[in-house]
């Protein structure tokens, strides 16, 4: 039986620092992503895909802002943008997948699913937004927009203005998983849970709503890969391995690691918030509910025996 491997794509995958972001720019760096998933395609697994979206849909949310100021187009909330972002970002891999595909000889469907991730409305993380998301606003605007909409807004810590900070939930259900699993097993390539999913609660029995937040894609990615009983887990970065006492006279670079020991590192703040700790988290979740590994590497070193780090049961 062939293998199942979920591969979520960072986002140096998409848009690297120092780049504005043409679609030149992103074009050329999802094809050299793409580029390096041949090694699983030509080894014989199935592939499913996940993909962050931060700076894209800050750069959407900005358009809305722009659009509304100057023309009153009404600006849409958070979730539409994310939609927005999945369906732009899903279309570019796809079409980059392909042509990296067709270069090779190598014939499969490659669909891209616009994906609704349901999350609890009553979750912690709601009475707690840290996520900051979209354009700058000074004092004065930050206020207004808070008064008439109730969102929150938080100053940035470089003093660049303040920016609307929303919830980062946990995913609980990933919509059509069953399809995204039925699909890939049959040999299609798909992306999905684009920028961690787009954020739903069921509202009532009968009725599914949008909210404002933002799912962490590497949560996200690894709760479908359980789901959909995947092998194996893989999360691109811009980094070669995992380190212990990172940028220390001590660092030490992570070859295989336990769950165990994966966990300990992480009570002893070795990975920093906002950057590997919720990457190691995902890796953990996905280990414990069934995975066979998870490796977070960056992609050139797939091809590599023994590249990036592992994380196992044992």
């Keep these: 039986m062939k293998k199942l491997a979920v591969v979520a794509f960072g986002g140096n995958a998409l848009l690297r620092s120092g780049q504005k972001g043409t679609i030149e720019e992103q074009?050329?760096?999802v094809h050299e992503s793409c580029m390096h998933l041949l090694g699983l395609v030509k080894n014989g697994y199935d592939l499913v895909i996940g993909h962050g979206n931060g700076p894209q849909v800050g750069n959407v949310m900005l358009q809305h802002d722009a659009g509304e100021k100057t023309y009153g187009v009404p600006a849409q909330p958070l979730d539409i943008c994310v939609a927005e972002t999945q369906g732009s970002i899903g279309y570019m891999i796809q079409q980059q997948m392909r042509n990296v595909l067709q270069k090779e000889g190598i014939e499969k469907q490659v669909l891209t699913l616009i994906t609704q991730v349901f999350v609890d409305k009553d979750d912690p993380a709601f009475q707690n937004p840290t996520k900051p998301v979209g354009p700058y606003y000074t004092k004065e605007e930050a206020d207004a927009f808070a008064a008439a909409t109730g969102a929150k807004f938080s100053e940035d810590s470089r003093g660049r203005g303040w920016r609307k900070v929303v919830a980062s939930p946990k995913p609980i259900h990933i919509d059509n998983k069953e399809i995204v699993e039925t699909l890939a097993?049959?040999?299609a390539i798909i992306i999905t849970v684009g920028g961690g999913g787009i954020p739903v609660f069921s509202k009532d029995k009968n009725t599914v709503q949008g909210i404002d937040a933002v799912i962490d894609k590497d949560s996200a990615s690894s709760k479908l890969a359980s789901?959909?009983?995947?092998?194996?887990?893989?999360?691109?970065t811009d980094i070669a391995k995992v380190c212990i006492h990172f940028n220390t006279p001590q660092q030490k670079e992570l070859d295989v690691v336990t769950v165990e020991d994966a966990e300990r590192y992480l009570a002893e703040g070795h990975f920093a918030e906002g950057s590997m700790a919720p990457k190691m988290r995902a890796a953990i979740q996905f280990i414990k509910n069934g995975g066979k590994r998870c490796i977070i590497t960056e992609a050139a070193q797939l091809h590599i025996p023994g590249g990036g780090t592992q994380i196992v049961a044992k």
């Design 185 to 187: 097993r049959n040999g």
């Design 27 to 29: 074009e050329a760096n």
């Design 227 to 236: 789901e959909i009983k995947a092998d194996e887990f893989y999360i691109l």
